[in-house]
């Protein structure tokens, strides 16, 4: 910079030269940053690496039950006793008339048929879901639509509060308390079944489904609303024309996480539905689901042998299913929010 | 103009009174487990209860070695996990640019994490932990003999930990969200780092968040039962852990096993009820305060801006 033109600092006093009768100013303080340390690089990284680590616990839980689910697959002497078309497909076994798909892993000839506890698994998710979603989507539509303010303020809090009640208090409530009322009621044969157990497991659905539902139904711009009351359409016509369509990505991603939760959960089935791997199309039947049956019997089995193996297989199963379930739904959050933020 | 028909009027009442009663039924189930769990369990619950160990076969005493079990597990669980999540979710929302294929394979990873089913992290935990790092470290440090390679407690807290990672990530970024970004500008432009800004700005501000989500964090951990069925919980035990590589007591499993495998159910029943309202009471209080602390969060947040 010249310093003839350079302009004086405010405040700054100019010494005039006596020769040359040009002003000489002092130059303002330069700021100079001082690059950061080389260690706060460092820090970045070790952040990276930490938070690579949510990518590591999946990938490790992934490689470490389907490591121990392998064998099925090549190890001769678990081959001879269970393969995985013995798992999925109906077997004629000794003393048996018809084919059928059992599970009794512990009996002479073990028998790993996997069929009744599918269907067991499907029959509480189906029970759960149909109690669980009406009852989600409903309270967060009414949470969100018609409650006063300081309502949502208890009420939400409140169902968050059932989502934090621990999965083994609420199936001891179903076992204990829940399953002789059922009784009473339906006069079911036998006190623990389907019905018992998926209502409870609804129990821990209905916070899931009703938190991301509520987020939905409140994401819904205003206008959409309003232009559709401009039009004349009446409250309940602007809900199931205008509201619901445009937060169902909201919804549906709602139930994809119940469901999810309600196929994994573990205790609430463990105790309150029975353990009897039946094939029926009964719901008051006992039924047995794939994670009851991780939970009841890998305390008993031998380190390596079949039937530990087969439960490893059960666990990867799960693993994957939720693992897509929940793929979807977190892939529509992402996909409605986008929309919606941009549409606001 | 809106028309106030007859079939509008009954579609209104309808829509209103199917979504209050859906709203009623919910909170009756809530309602309805409490008062039950209350009313039955508050009659044995007594000091003794809470410092004596079980006798008598479960059918008299207390729950003592079952909470100072938990509470082991779940400070082991909040060392390992919560700095983790802390890290995660800070990289996350300070450093990771927004549209990276690293982001966003973490952000599925978190995502996915929180959906596993619990009884899976058991397996998890006893086929890594248990087997592989436990038994590998009896073969290096103490000549194969069965150390750390059976259930125990830390590789009940390290499972944990890896459950309840997504419950801090979440809340701490929802925390770090929070934080207005004029603080960081202004943090900026008085010449500090990223660093010393995520240091000294963000995370303070942020810090009440955090401590939502190791809150909830704790009253997951001490809840859950699955992951550490076959970890680390024992039934019963005649003394308290000795070590990280002893077995543990807790509620959850507790009420569990006194609810399913009890030989006598009318006789362990009240403390079975008492159990379950300790535990309950636990994970209320601790929600209670998440919820408050987050309350307190959002509404400092919408002042801020």
Same mark, same amino acid.
């Given at each position: 910079?010249?310093?003839?033109?350079?302009?004086?600092?405010?405040?700054?006093?100019?010494? !005039?030269?006596?020769?040359?009768?040009?002003?000489?100013?002092?130059?303002?303080?330069?700021?100079?940053?001082?690059?950061?340390?080389?260690?706060?690089?460092?820090?970045?990284?070790?952040?990276?690496?930490?938070?690579?680590?949510?990518?590591?616990?999946?990938?490790?839980?992934?490689?470490?039950?389907?490591?121990?689910?392998?064998?099925?697959?090549?190890?001769?002497?678990?081959?001879?006793?269970?393969?995985?078309?013995?798992?999925?497909?109906? !077997?004629?076994?000794?003393?048996?008339?018809?084919?059928?798909?059992?599970?009794?892993?512990?009996?002479?000839?073990?028998?790993?048929?996997?069929?009744?506890?599918?269907?067991?698994?499907?029959?509480?998710?189906? $029970?759960?879901?149909?109690?669980?979603?009406?009852?989600?989507?409903?309270?967060?539509?009414?949470?969100? !639509?018609?409650?006063?303010?300081?309502?949502?303020?208890?009420?939400?809090?409140?169902?968050?509060?059932?989502?934090?009640?621990?999965?083994?208090?609420?199936?001891?409530?179903?076992?204990?308390?829940?399953?002789?009322?059922? !009784?009473?009621?339906?006069?079911?044969?036998?006190?623990?079944?389907?019905?018992?157990?998926?209502?409870?497991?609804?129990?821990? $659905?209905?916070?899931?489904?009703?938190?991301?539902?509520?987020?939905?139904?409140?994401?819904?711009?205003?206008?959409?609303?309003?232009?559709?009351?401009?039009?004349?359409?009446?409250?309940?016509?602007?809900?199931?024309?205008?509201?619901?369509?445009?937060?169902?990505?909201?919804?549906?991603?709602?139930?994809?996480?119940?469901?999810?939760?309600?196929?994994?959960?573990?205790?609430?089935?463990?105790?309150?539905?029975?353990?009897?791997?039946?094939?029926?199309?009964?719901? =008051?039947?006992? $039924?047995?689901?794939?994670?009851?049956?991780?939970?009841?019997?890998?305390?008993?089995?031998?380190?390596?042998? =079949?039937?530990?193996?087969?439960?490893?297989?059960?666990?990867?199963?799960?693993?994957?299913?939720?693992?897509?379930?929940?793929?979807?739904?977190?892939?529509?959050?992402?996909?409605?929010?986008?929309?919606?933020?941009?549409?606001? | 103009?809106?028309?106030?028909?007859?079939?509008?009027?009954?579609?209104?009442?309808?829509?209103?009174?199917?979504?209050?009663?859906? %709203?009623?039924?919910?909170?009756?189930?809530?309602?309805?487990?409490? @008062?039950?769990?209350?009313?039955?369990?508050?009659?044995?619950?007594?000091?003794?209860?809470? %410092?004596?160990?079980?006798?008598?076969?479960?059918?008299?005493?207390?729950?003592?070695?079952?909470?100072?079990?938990?509470?082991?597990?779940?400070?082991?669980?909040?060392?390992?996990?919560?700095? @983790?999540?802390?890290?995660?979710?800070?990289?996350?929302?300070?450093?990771?640019?927004?549209?990276?294929?690293?982001?966003?394979?973490?952000?599925?990873? @978190?995502?996915?994490?929180?959906?596993?089913?619990?009884?899976?992290?058991?397996?998890?935990?006893?086929?890594?932990?248990?087997?592989?790092?436990?038994?590998?470290?009896?073969?290096?440090?103490?000549? *194969?003999?069965?150390?750390? *390679?059976?259930?125990?407690?830390?590789?009940?807290?390290?499972?944990?930990?890896?459950?309840?990672?997504?419950?801090?990530?979440?809340?701490?970024?929802?925390?770090?969200?929070?934080?207005?970004?004029?603080?960081?500008?202004?943090?900026?432009?008085?010449?500090?780092?990223?660093?010393?800004?995520?240091?000294?700005?963000?995370?303070?501000?942020?810090?009440?968040?955090?401590?939502? *989500?190791?809150?909830?964090?704790?009253?997951?951990?001490? *809840?859950?039962?699955?992951?550490?069925?076959?970890?680390?919980?024992?039934?019963?035990?005649?003394?308290?852990?000795?070590?990280?590589?002893?077995?543990?007591?807790?509620?959850?499993?507790?009420?569990?096993?006194?609810? %399913?495998?009890?030989?006598?159910?009318?006789?362990?029943?009240?403390?079975?009820?008492? %159990?379950?309202?300790?535990?309950?009471?636990?994970?209320?209080?601790?929600?209670?305060?998440?919820?408050?602390?987050?309350?307190?969060?959002?509404?400092?947040?919408?002042?801020?801006?």
């Amino acid at each position: 910079m010249n310093r003839e033109t350079a302009l004086p600092m405010p405040g700054e006093r100019r010494k !005039q030269s006596k020769t040359t009768g040009r002003f000489a100013t002092t130059r303002p303080p330069r700021l100079e940053l001082s690059p950061a340390p080389k260690w706060h690089g460092l820090v970045e990284w070790s952040l990276r690496l930490f938070a690579a680590s949510a990518v590591l616990a999946i990938a490790l839980i992934l490689i470490f039950i389907a490591k121990e689910a392998a064998p099925l697959l090549y190890d001769g002497a678990i081959r001879h006793e269970v393969t995985l078309a013995k798992m999925w497909f109906s !077997q004629l076994w000794p003393g048996y008339d018809e084919a059928a798909s059992i599970w009794q892993p512990v009996s002479e000839i073990p028998k790993f048929g996997i069929l009744p506890l599918i269907i067991g698994t499907l029959k509480v998710t189906i $029970v759960s879901m149909s109690v669980g979603v009406p009852l989600g989507v409903g309270s967060a539509l009414y949470v969100s !639509q018609y409650a006063r303010p300081r309502t949502r303020e208890i009420v939400k809090p409140l169902i968050e509060l059932l989502a934090g009640i621990p999965s083994v208090v609420l199936g001891f409530f179903a076992l204990i308390v829940m399953a002789t009322w059922f !009784q009473n009621l339906f006069g079911f044969d036998s006190r623990l079944n389907a019905i018992v157990s998926g209502v409870a497991l609804s129990f821990a $659905v209905i916070p899931v489904i009703f938190t991301l539902s509520e987020e939905a139904f409140r994401a819904v711009p205003r206008s959409y609303v309003e232009a559709s009351t401009a039009l004349g359409a009446a409250r309940w016509q602007t809900i199931t024309r205008v509201l619901l369509p445009a937060a169902s990505p909201g919804i549906a991603a709602g139930v994809a996480l119940g469901l999810g939760r309600a196929i994994g959960e573990t205790m609430i089935v463990l105790m309150a539905s029975g353990n009897a791997a039946i094939v029926s199309g009964n719901f =008051a039947d006992s $039924v047995r689901t794939l994670s009851a049956t991780i939970a009841a019997e890998l305390a008993e089995v031998v380190f390596g042998e =079949a039937h530990y193996t087969v439960l490893f297989y059960l666990g990867t199963m799960l693993f994957l299913a939720t693992f897509c379930i929940n793929t979807v739904g977190d892939w529509t959050i992402r996909r409605m929010k986008a929309k919606l933020g941009g549409a606001s | 103009m809106f028309v106030r028909t007859v079939s509008n009027r009954f579609g209104d009442a309808a829509m209103a009174l199917s979504s209050g009663l859906a %709203t009623l039924v919910v909170l009756a189930i809530l309602t309805i487990i409490l @008062v039950d769990v209350i009313r039955n369990g508050a009659a044995h619950l007594s000091m003794t209860f809470l %410092t004596q160990a079980p006798k008598e076969g479960m059918t008299a005493g207390g729950i003592f070695p079952a909470i100072v079990g938990m509470v082991e597990m779940v400070f082991l669980m909040t060392l390992a996990g919560v700095p @983790v999540g802390v890290a995660t979710a800070i990289y996350l929302h300070e450093y990771a640019p927004a549209q990276s294929r690293l982001t966003r394979l973490i952000r599925i990873a @978190v995502a996915n994490l929180a959906g596993v089913p619990s009884i899976v992290f058991g397996l998890f935990g006893l086929g890594f932990f248990v087997q592989f790092l436990g038994a590998g470290i009896d073969k290096v440090f103490f000549a *194969g003999q069965k150390v750390f *390679g059976q259930p125990a407690l830390i590789w009940a807290a390290l499972t944990m930990a890896v459950l309840t990672l997504p419950v801090v990530i979440v809340a701490t970024e929802e925390a770090l969200r929070a934080v207005p970004n004029e603080l960081r500008e202004a943090s900026l432009a008085l010449g500090a780092t990223k660093f010393q800004t995520v240091m000294h700005v963000v995370v303070p501000q942020a810090s009440a968040g955090i401590l939502t *989500g190791m809150i909830l964090a704790v009253s997951r951990g001490a *809840g859950e039962v699955a992951p550490i069925l076959f970890t680390g919980a024992a039934y019963f035990l005649p003394q308290l852990p000795k070590g990280l590589s002893s077995q543990f007591m807790s509620p959850s499993y507790h009420v569990y096993v006194l609810a %399913t495998q009890s030989p006598d159910v009318d006789a362990t029943k009240p403390i079975l009820y008492s %159990t379950v309202l300790v535990l309950l009471a636990l994970t209320f209080v601790l929600n209670i305060a998440a919820i408050v602390v987050r309350a307190r969060v959002r509404r400092q947040s919408g002042l801020a801006h």
